[in-house]
Structure formats: structure tokens, C-alpha cells
């Protein structure tokens, strides 16, 4: 391995170890599962560990995992700097959604869906300027900093290599720790903040509010189903007014063993995660993600970028072909997303007014109060949802779950058990979702939930069974209305 500062000679390290095998790596403690197998769906996407006449300052290695749709950087420390936590932002050089023939390089993708904002997290529409935000740990004077970005958003014309040519920027940075401050969080520090997740936060212009949403409001990159576990009992710890399913939650931490499994407490708790990828059927010792919809009560303050520190910035190319002066190309060709819709759910919502009257002393009718009861139906034109053809699973089940925000329990409103083929529509137009009390001022949301099987029968320590989960708000189309009750009833 060689590393160079400032384009001066390269330095050449002898016997560096993978953080899968590094002493203390987050990637290799004790007790855990090596998540770095191809049988697991590892591949390896970038690399550039530096020559003899050409390096990059921080060594570094990139592996996408086609089941899980994970982006994994490893970045080393190779020039021994002192500081114990790294910010990366990962972000697509262009955020054009549109294609420009002349410069097809300009241009997104849906890749980043699964951690977009509800309300533009589909094929057709995305925000493609969204960026992605997270803290890691880095065992100072020659350790690793590894980022994991959820890229798990299908989508076909990604495959279509000779289509456009989307390039994504990677800016990593250390950060003065002191510089953070966590309140309303115990006596949680941001090193025991990072060593149960990776925060991440979306989108934000100001480093300091990225940060901020990293902590409080991004999605966790969890490094198991435990910690995961005790995040979602810290959430509910942390956001008092959740009645809905906060009994759930802390539950579920509660009660769960060490090796037990997270997807149903996920699909549970389907409204206030906003996303989840994991096993179906064991609790494994691997990244778990998970975007929570509420917040944690944290406040930071100050610049927390180190200053004349050393720092990288890289352009990677998603799609193979020849070599660029200005970025990386994939060592060879990665089979990008699993899973994705193309358009907003659209629910019809039919109204029953119920008048509430009662008879008094002298036969005076009093009116008590109006009740609003709904019911929610699929709309005649459903999403359609895109599998990738080459993400090496096959679709077994997928359900959707009406949710009304963190103060009522999710509803399972239809499934569909048998395998199907891509793309299809999802759920059949006009089926029944849910009743429910209209009275509530709650927006319902949309939860999608995908079951998929590994083809591969030689997994090592990857559950064979996957869940994605993905909430949406939909868009909501007036139905019939229909009045009852009255004084004379």
C-alpha cells in the first residue's frame, strides 16, 4: 500500500490489514460475523491502494453488496492523523434529473431512494441533488473509517450503460469531536453514539446542520440487531408522544434475544421507520439501516470540521468503461439496486359522517358531536414496482401497511404471497387498504414491504431471507361521503 500528501512522493506500508482483521475495527470485534464474503453478496467495486509513482492520501477500498444494497467505503489512515472520528458526504456530481445527450456524465439516479425524503423517493421522481451524510469512528495513527451508503433504489435505466454515465463525489473530511455537543441524550456521548451506529443525515446545505441531522433525524446504519434494538427503545425513550407504538418498541428491545430477528418489530413499527433492510428470520451481526421518522433530542454546536486536516475527495463512475482523468470506474461491472417503484401511492378516500345526537329532559334533541370514519382503498392506477433482474434473489412476498403517523398502530392491509415477476403493479387498483377513525388529523402513510430469498444456497453468514421496507406518503384522492345519524334516528 502507498499514500502521498500534496502529490509528493509516494510512501509505501508493508503489511497493512483489512479492517475485517484489524485489531479493534468496528468491522472485526469480537463476537461478530465477518460481513465480507462474495457467497453474502459482496463485491468489490473501487480500489485504489496507491503505486509506487501515484497515491491518494487516504488508501481506500469500495463494496457494494448486491442483496442488501450497501455501499461500503473503507478509507485508511495511512498518514497516522490523530483525529478518531471521519465525516463523509457521498453525492451525485450532478443532480440533473434529466438527460443531456452531450453530457451524459451530468445526470442522478434513484439509487439513493431508500434514505430520500418520502415525498420524492421514486423512479420518476427523486431529488437528485440529496446527499448523503455520515459520522464513523477511525482508530487514530493508522486505523480505518468505514462508511456505509444505503444505494439500494433500483433503477433500469441505471442499467442501461450506454445511456448516461452517473458519477457520484465522495468528500471525506476528519471532525473535532469537541465540537459536538449532545443534550437530552443521558448520558450518551458521540463515541458511544458512533459505536452503536453511523449517523447519517440527507440533504442538508450547512456542514454543521448534515451533522445535525445525522445525529438526530438521518437513518442509522446499525452494526447489529441488538444495537438496533436499543436504538429503537432509545427513539421511543427519546419521543415521549409516540403513544401509538411506543409500548411496541420498548417491547420489542426489551424482549428480543441476541439472536432473534428485527424484521417483524420493523414491520411493526411501520410509520415511525421510515425504512429497513435486514434478515426475515435471525438477528445477524450485520449492518442493520434503519431511518427513524421522528428525532432524537440532540443540539450540536460550532464548525465541526477539523481544521488543516487531511482530508479526500474522489469521483467514481457507476458504470464500467474507460478510464477517466477526473475519477474511478467500477473494477468491474456492479449490478446497482435491488428494488424500487416509480410513482407516489395514491390512496381513494371514502368519508362516513356519523351526527351524534342525544334526547333530553323534555324531548330536546342535542347534538354531542360529529364523527368522521374512513376508508381506504388503492386507487385504479397502482405503482409499479422494478426488481433488479441481477440482484441474484427472487421476490417471495410483499405487503403494504397503512400507517397515521406515531400516535396509532400500523394497519396490515393486503398481501400478496406469490411470486411474481418484474415490474408489475402493486397492490391491485381498487383493493381495500384499512378503516380507520377519520377523526384524527394523522396524513397516512404507505409502507412497502419486500420479502426476498437468496438464490445462492452457499450464503455464509447472510440470512437467506431479506426484508426492504420503505414508507411513502401518498397521494390522497376524495371518494364518496356519506352522512348518518340525526336527531330522529
Known amino acids: 500500500m502507498y499514500y502521498s500528501l500534496n502529490g509528493t512522493t509516494p510512501i509505501r506500508l508493508d503489511n497493512v ?59 485508511y489512515n495511512a498518514p497516522a492523523d490523530s483525529h478518531t472520528a471521519y465525516k463523509a458526504e457521498i453525492k451525485f456530481r450532478n443532480g440533473a434529473t434529466t438527460i443531456s445527450p452531450s453530457t451524459p456524465d451530468h445526470y442522478s439516479s434513484a439509487l439513493f431512494t431508500f434514505s430520500a425524503d418520502q415525498a420524492k423517493s421514486f423512479i420518476t421522481n427523486y431529488d437528485g441533488s440529496t446527499s448523503q451524510f455520515q459520522l464513523s469512528p477511525m482508530n487514530a495513527y493508522r486505523g480505518w473509517a468505514t462508511f456505509d451508503i444505503v444505494a ?8 442501461t450503460s450506454n445511456k448516461y454515465d452517473p458519477v457520484l463525489t465522495v468528500n471525506v473530511t476528519p471532525i473535532d469531536e469537541s465540537k459536538i455537543t449532545l443534550v437530552g441524550a443521558g448520558t450518551m456521548s458521540l463515541n458511544q453514539v458512533m459505536g452503536n451506529y453511523k449517523p447519517t443525515g440527507v440533504g442538508s446545505t450547512s456542514d454543521l446542520q448534515r451533522a445535525f441531522n445525522a445525529i438526530n433525524a438521518g437513518y442509522s ?33 426489551a424482549t428480543i ?11 411493526g413499527l411501520a410509520g415511525a421507520i421510515n425504512s429497513f433492510i435486514g434478515g426475515a428470520n435471525k438477528g445477524t451481526q450485520q449492518a442493520v439501516p434503519l431511518n427513524f421518522a421522528g428525532k432524537f433530542q440532540f443540539t450540536l454546536s460550532g464548525n465541526i470540521e477539523a481544521q488543516n486536516a487531511i482530508s479526500w475527495s474522489g469521483n467514481y463512475y457507476l458504470n464500467p468503461g474507460p478510464q477517466m482523468a477526473d475519477g474511478y470506474r467500477p473494477v468491474q461491472t456492479v449490478n446497482w ?3 424500487n417503484i416509480d410513482q407516489s401511492p395514491s390512496i381513494v378516500m371514502d368519508t362516513l359522517v356519523d351526527e351524534i345526537w342525544v334526547l333530553n329532559v323534555g324531548d330536546d334533541w342535542e347534538h354531542v358531536g360529529t364523527y368522521y370514519f374512513k376508508t381506504l382503498h388503492a386507487s385504479t392506477t397502482s405503482p409499479t414496482v422494478y426488481i433488479n433482474p441481477n440482484c441474484g434473489m427472487q421476490l417471495e412476498s410483499e405487503q403494504v401497511i397503512v400507517s397515521f403517523g406515531t400516535s396509532m398502530a400500523p394497519v396490515l392491509s393486503t398481501k400478496n ?19 380507520y377513525d377519520g377523526t384524527s388529523a394523522n ?17 455464509v453468514n447472510s440470512d437467506k431471507e431479506l426484508v ?12 364518496t361521503t356519506e352522512y348518518i345519524g340525526g336527531p330522529y334516528r
Open 17 to 75: 490489514q483489512l479492517p475485517f482483521f484489524s485489531p479493534n475495527d468496528p468491522l472485526n470485534l469480537p463476537g461478530t460475523l465477518k460481513d465480507m464474503y462474495k457467497q453474502d453478496g459482496w463485491t468489490l467495486a473501487y480500489r485504489d491502494f496507491g503505486t509506487a509513482t501515484d497515491a491518494p492520501p487516504l488508501p481506500f477500498l469500495a463494496l457494494y453488496n448486491k442483496y442488501r444494497g450497501l455501499l461500503r467505503f473503507m478509507f
Open 152 to 159: 439500494a433504489g433500483y433503477d433500469p435505466d441505471l442499467a
Open 221 to 253: 446504519d446499525y452494526q447489529s440487531a441488538t444495537k438496533a434494538l436499543n436504538g429503537i427503545q432509545n427513539f421511543a425513550n427519546e419521543n415521549q408522544n409516540a403513544q401509538g407504538w411506543i409500548g411496541y418498541a420498548a417491547a420489542a428491545a
Open 257 to 267: 434475544a441476541t439472536d432473534g430477528t428485527l424484521a417483524p418489530y420493523a414491520i
Open 337 to 339: 439496486g435491488v428494488v
Open 417 to 435: 404471497e406469490t411470486p411474481v415477476t418484474s415490474p408489475h403493479s402493486f397492490p391491485n387498483p381498487g383493493s381495500y387498504l384499512a378503516d
Open 443 to 459: 396524513q397516512p402513510n404507505i409502507t412497502y414491504v419486500f420479502k426476498f430469498k437468496i438464490n445462492d444456497p452457499n450464503v
Open 468 to 479: 426492504f421496507t420503505k414508507t411513502y406518503t401518498p397521494t390522497i384522492i376524495p371518494g
